[in-house]
């Protein structure tokens, strides 16, 4: 599997994603500056958490206008696989190739925990080594994870299966109470409409190993690896 790494001006997740694909393909991706404006000859392109420019404006508004995204938007409308995690979901919604938004935490406040997560559908590139319905555990960190979209919007992702993950209770009961950053519908996840482009807040990136406590972000990239190859 080829990947790309695109990194900007308060990307601090990306070593962590690098070494996530490392660890699981053996193979070192590619580093993008959001400068650039070419990509390589990738099959998988990762937009990493972070604060990008600050998260000035509004998360990932800045980012969004930067000259690689052009590349990203259409190698993601041919078909390429694009993953963007927590920072890199809010810049894939203000680019416009995911719906919604992300918001300010209803509490206001940074959240940084372990969370647990209900796999909704394993029929994915990113989903094919879980089971629907699956109970995992990864680590969030933003402040501006609140998973917004109008009633129609809403309606149209949630009728058309684009929803990825959800914030769930350890047993996967979906309850809002539990919900870290009060997201609509504990949505934590979403794809486009082909589901070649998924973004999520969580980090599973850094639930890829033993070592780390948990090793449930991994499937995501074997999936991957499994899909692409």
Not at 92 to 105: K, Q, R, S, Y
Not at 117 to 137: H, S
Request: hydrophobic content about 40%; some cysteine.
């Amino acid at each position: 599997m080829r990947a790309a790494v695109v990194t900007f001006p308060g990307s601090n997740r990306d070593v962590d994603v690098i070494d996530a694909l490392i660890a699981v393909s053996g193979q070192r991706p590619g580093i993008v500056w959001h400068r650039d404006v070419e990509l390589p000859d990738v099959d998988l392109i990762v937009l990493p958490g972070g604060f990008s420019y600050g998260d000035y404006l509004r998360s990932g508004a800045m980012a969004a206008r930067s000259p690689i995204l052009r590349e990203v938007s259409a190698r993601a409308e041919a078909g390429v696989a694009v993953l963007g995690i927590c920072n890199g979901f809010q810049i894939l919604t203000e680019v416009g190739l995911l719906p919604g938004v992300l918001m300010a935490n209803r509490n206001l406040k940074f959240v940084c925990r372990d969370i647990h997560l209900k796999v909704e559908r394993a029929d994915t590139p990113f989903t094919g080594r879980y089971e629907a319905g699956q109970v995992i555990r990864v680590p969030v960190a933003h402040h501006d994870g609140n998973y917004f979209s109008d009633a129609d919007t809403l309606a149209r992702i949630e009728s058309e299966g684009r929803v990825a993950f959800r914030y769930c209770t350890p047993e996967g009961h979906v309850e809002d109470e539990i919900n870290p950053n009060g997201s609509i519908n504990g949505i934590a996840g979403v794809y486009n409409e082909a589901r070649n482009v998924l973004g999520l807040m969580p980090h599973p990136e850094d639930h890829v190993d033993g070592a780390q406590g948990c090793s449930d972000g991994r499937p995501m990239f074997e999936s991957l690896i499994e899909h692409l190859a």
